[in-house]
């Protein structure tokens, strides 16, 4: 193995290990990674824009940060040089941001979103842009305008959606870490489908700004990478209050909780009976199952729980997401961004614009929920089911009176075939079941693997927790790694 090759296999930790002690450069470290792209994209696609020239200027200064804070015996900031893959829904100042839609093809942002600023200052190499389903409305990549990402395990699967890019890039070790974002489990699922690491945090946790919009009060940008650890030291980097998005709110993370002689004993995890439903691959329950009864062997104590509005997610879900989306997505209108079709006149440029550059699935999501939100319907879609809304994150407020988190699957099935759904949007909806919930409460969530199927695919487990609880999820799930080899296998490409 040459050393190059070598170094894409390092996870996070290491990598910022080796960054540190100077055994080698941010140069060296974003070649091994680019070099690694060049070889293996063209058969997995895992971005939308690569981002070479940048990233190697990016490395360079990194270098040379880091030898002249050396000299002066100044701190370094933690990441410097780390090289990190992003999802192409958030802003990456100069760098096209086209959210997997062909109507912001040629959109660059004049800024950055706040995570990834914070990520910046922290000292990050831009590997590039990874492809999501258009406006992160899916469960598979396949509603990408740019073509389908295939899952590093087996290339004729999906690798989950709708931050499939990332997840490949961190599967296939394109990437030690990318950041992705979960509206209804697009962290969560496609971590599951490429068997890595995804945190969903609580609603409010990192800002939004620079996250381009899909539904706004159920969007969290989320971090995936290879190991809970790795998950945790990204994920505290980007959280935080920030005035630009009113929605977050300053709450202190405890202290470092992925380390040596972290402890679970006692702590309480229930399992809900509703996440065990009639349709879900048997190796699914079996795997989960068995994960639930490790954590009781390290000193956890289960308690079988009931979530009874559970079912209810699914419909209220794909109502608000689309009501949300509908408004959002307003601003595409050939005025502002990206794509003008036309200009003979106003109407026409708005009609235009937006019939060639929407896809089939956004235009039916942006035809629901203009329905869900029209004047004769409001109450009976939209204002029923944001009632129904909040029965659910009653269940959640209510059950964590007596556990400390829910254990449960991430998705009913192992990573399906690409275009095994078909044109079933009811089939591929039916992928989120167990992941709309915690959005729907705002609630965090945390995926990681948990086993393998008969075909060889990664099956994950969720926990999900109390409000800015991250810190419980991270710890079982760090304890959990700490005791099994699962988040070890990787793909050979
Ligand atoms: N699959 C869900 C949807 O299509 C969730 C996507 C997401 O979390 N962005 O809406």
Redesign the pocket.
């Known amino acids: 193995m040459s050393e190059k090759t070598k170094l894409t296999d390092f996870n996070v930790k290491e990598a910022m290990d080796a960054l540190t002690n100077g055994r080698v450069s941010s140069r060296e470290m974003t070649e091994a990674f680019l070099d690694r792209i060049s070889a293996h994209e063209s058969d997995i696609h895992a971005f939308i824009t690569t981002t070479p020239e940048m990233a190697l200027e990016m490395a360079d200064s990194a270098d040379d940060k880091r030898a002249r804070l050396k000299n002066a015996g100044e701190t370094v900031p933690s990441l410097l040089g780390l090289p990190i893959a992003i999802k192409d829904v958030l802003c990456v100042d100069g760098v096209r941001a086209t959210c997997g839609s062909k109507i912001l093809e040629q959109f660059k942002p004049p800024f950055n979103a706040t995570a990834v600023q914070k990520l910046l200052d922290a000292g990050i190499v831009v590997l590039g842009k990874t492809n999501t ?1 258009e406006f ?4 598979s990549t396949e509603n990408s305008a740019y073509g389908v990402t295939h899952n590093p395990w087996d290339m004729d699967r999906v690798p989950g ?2 931050s499939g890019g990332s997840a490949a890039a961190v599967a296939a070790k394109f990437s030690p870490a990318a950041l992705g ?6 962290v969560r ?1 496609p971590a599951s489908f490429c068997g890595v690491t995804g945190i969903k945090p609580t609603y409010g946790r990192i800002s939004r700004y620079g996250l381009i919009a ?1 539904g706004s009060s159920l969007d969290t940008m989320g971090v995936l990478a290879r190991t809970v650890e790795d998950v945790e030291t990204i994920f505290r980097l980007t959280a935080g209050f920030d005035e630009r998005d009113s929605t977050t709110i300053d709450m202190p993370i405890s202290d470092a909780v992925c380390r040596e002689g972290a402890d679970i004993k006692g702590l309480r995890i229930g399992v809900p009976k509703e996440y065990f439903i009639e349709g879900i691959q048997p190796e699914v329950e079996q795997s989960v199952r068995a994960a639930v009864d490790k954590f009781r062997e390290l000193g956890a104590e289960i308690i079988d729980i009931s979530l009874p509005h559970t079912e209810y997610a699914l419909p209220v ?1 794909y109502l608000i ?1 689309p009501a949300e989306a509908s408004a959002n997505l307003a601003r595409f209108d050939g005025v502002r961004y990206g794509l003008r079709a036309s200009d003979e006149n106003m109407m026409q440029m708005f009609t235009e614009s937006r019939g060639a550059g929407f896809g089939p699935e956004v235009k039916r999501r942006i035809m629901l929920g203009t329905y869900a939100l029209s004047a004769g319907y409001y109450d009976a879609y939209y204002g029923q089911a944001q009632k129904v809304r909040t029965l659910i994150r009653a269940d959640f407020d209510s059950i964590f009176t007596t556990v400390d988190v829910i254990a449960a699957p991430v998705a009913p099935t192992t990573a399906f075939k690409i275009g095994g759904h078909g044109d079933d949007p009811l089939a ?2 039916l ?2 079941v167990f ?1 709309l919930p915690a ?1 729907l409460a705002g609630v965090p969530g945390l995926a990681f693997p948990a086993g393998f199927d008969s075909s060889e695919l990664p099956i994950g487990m969720q926990l999900m927790g109390k409000h800015f609880d991250e810190a419980t999820l991270l710890k079982l799930a760090y304890v959990f790694q700490q005791h099994t080899s699962w988040h070890l296998k990787t793909p050979v490409l």
Not at 181 to 186: A, K
Request: charged share 15%; proline share 0%; net charge negative.
């Open positions: 389903d992160a409305m899916g469960s959606g709708s974002t979960d509206t209804g489990g697009s699922q899909y879900y997401a591929m909806y992928e989120d992941t959005n």
